[in-house]
């Protein structure tokens, strides 16, 4: 493996389920993510048992990633890390809004099952 966050690798099916649950909206070949997602991800407090299941997988020196408090910046942080272990592509869409950035994910998936 030549990650240096992960120390084994993750399961592919937790994190589609993980995406699926979290997408605002979701195509055969895509997840989209924004802000909103954080916000289910916490009311439905899907966040917070996938992060648990992730734990055993990271390296010690980067478990910092996930210890820290979540915030949606730091959720695209491992959301990103974790879409390069499987190498699922992403890109991102910035929006300026009200005085604000909004930075919004799509990340492509090789579509295995039907979500």
């Known amino acids: 493996m030549s990650s240096n966050i992960f120390s084994k690798t993750p399961n592919k099916n937790d994190f589609l389920q993980f995406l699926n649950d979290i997408a605002i909206s979701r195509t055969d070949?895509?997840?989209?993510i924004t802000p909103d997602?954080?916000?289910k991800?916490?009311?439905d407090n899907v966040l917070n048992n996938?992060?648990?299941t992730i734990i055993p997988f990271y390296s010690k020196s980067k478990l910092y990633?996930?210890?820290r408090?979540?915030?949606y910046k730091r959720l695209c942080t491992v959301i990103r890390q974790l879409s390069n272990i499987f190498s699922f592509?992403?890109?991102s869409d910035i929006k300026y809004i009200h005085s604000?950035?909004?930075i919004s994910y799509k990340i492509y998936t090789t579509t295995e099952g039907t979500f």
């Open 29 to 32: 070949s895509y997840f989209y």
């Open 37 to 39: 997602s954080y916000k």
């Open 100 to 102: 604000t950035y909004i």
């Open 65 to 67: 990633f996930i210890n």
């Open 50 to 52: 996938y992060i648990q």
């Open 89 to 91: 592509t992403y890109t």
């Open 41 to 43: 991800a916490n009311m």
């Open 69 to 71: 408090p979540f915030n």
